[in-house]
């Protein structure tokens, strides 16, 4: 089996996503093509595996600056592939799945995904996502050389906006980017309830209201990770992080 095909597109240049590298991992031959083509459309360098032993090597040699990944794959599935390409090095990852199940976006968002997708999806809505998600990464470099203030210190909850950590009771927290942007959103305005379109505007860019479970899957996510308590959740509004009253 032909494991990886790479594409260039020329004179990509002028357009948003030159010279950024997008690594395609889907064993369907006619979705990855699509992807692919849209993206190079878009102006990505890309380059498509087929397999998941294929993605990693790929993943390794090639050094992609984002990941779009099936959780469905052949050799080992997409969530393994994740845990290994985080493990070489952190790089945004947009998963696709099969299944409206929240139970695997759970999994997905757990083992460093920082968005997904459900098929069947738009080919316009994913190179959106991708563009997002690079801007983030960019934000968050910019983040790190610019002078911050002190750690934010809410009860036992410490974020270091400079260095990008959290400590929960004195003890680091591995958050994903997105989880990261989306505990400073909260942060930012303790106990106020935001709404799950502001949260998607802020820290997705995004104004379409239909990505709002994407809101909700990243809560119980970042939830899971730095204790369910302290995020309040409003029905039918959005959320609130919730802290000590001396904070």
């Given at each position: 089996?032909?494991?990886t095909?790479?594409?260039?597109?020329?004179?990509?240049?002028?357009?948003?996503?030159?010279?950024r590298?997008?690594?395609?991992?889907?064993?369907?031959?006619?979705?990855?093509?699509?992807?692919?083509?849209?993206?190079?459309a878009?102006?990505?360098?890309?380059?498509?595996?087929?397999?998941?032993?294929?993605a990693?090597?790929?993943?390794?040699?090639?050094?992609?600056?984002?990941?779009v990944?099936?959780?469905?794959?052949?050799?080992?599935?997409?969530?393994?592939?994740?845990?290994?390409v985080?493990?070489?090095?952190?790089?945004?990852?947009?998963m696709?799945?099969?299944r409206?199940?929240?139970?695997?976006?759970?999994?997905?968002?757990?083992?460093?995904?920082?968005?997904?997708?459900?098929?069947?999806?738009?080919m316009?809505?994913?190179?959106?996502?991708?563009?997002?998600?690079?801007?983030?990464?960019?934000?968050?470099?910019?983040?790190?050389?610019?002078?911050?203030?002190?750690?934010?210190?809410?009860?036992?909850?410490?974020i270091?906006?400079?260095?990008?950590?959290?400590?929960?009771?004195?003890?680091?927290?591995?958050l994903?980017?997105?989880?990261?942007?989306?505990?400073?959103?909260?942060?930012?305005?303790?106990?106020?309830?935001?709404?799950?379109?502001?949260?998607?505007?802020?820290?997705?860019?995004?104004a379409?209201?239909?990505?709002?479970?994407?809101?909700?899957?990243?809560?119980?996510?970042?939830?899971?990770?730095?204790?369910?308590?302290?995020?309040?959740t409003?029905?039918?509004?959005?959320?609130?992080?919730?802290t000590?009253?001396?904070a």
């Amino acid at each position: 089996m032909e494991q990886t095909h790479t594409t260039h597109t020329g004179g990509a240049a002028a357009t948003p996503g030159a010279q950024r590298r997008v690594l395609v991992v889907e064993d369907d031959r006619t979705i990855a093509d699509a992807i692919t083509a849209r993206l190079r459309a878009e102006g990505f360098q890309v380059q498509a595996a087929y397999d998941g032993p294929a993605a990693v090597a790929s993943a390794e040699s090639w050094l992609p600056e984002l990941l779009v990944l099936d959780v469905m794959l052949p050799g080992f599935d997409g969530l393994e592939v994740c845990r290994r390409v985080q493990a070489q090095r952190p790089v945004p990852v947009l998963m696709l799945t099969a299944r409206d199940d929240e139970t695997d976006m759970l999994v997905g968002l757990g083992v460093g995904a920082d968005d997904y997708m459900t098929k069947p999806f738009s080919m316009r809505e994913l190179a959106a996502r991708v563009h997002v998600l690079l801007r983030r990464v960019e934000r968050a470099t910019l983040a790190a050389h610019a002078p911050r203030g002190a750690t934010l210190r809410l009860g036992d909850l410490e974020i270091d906006h400079a260095q990008r950590r959290v400590r929960v009771q004195a003890e680091d927290v591995h958050l994903t980017p997105t989880e990261f942007d989306l505990l400073v959103c909260l942060a930012g305005t303790p106990r106020a309830v935001l709404s799950r379109e502001q949260l998607l505007a802020e820290v997705w860019d995004w104004a379409d209201a239909s990505g709002t479970r994407t809101v909700d899957s990243h809560i119980k996510a970042l939830r899971r990770k730095i204790g369910a308590e302290r995020i309040r959740t409003v029905h039918g509004v959005g959320y609130a992080l919730e802290t000590p009253a001396q904070a």
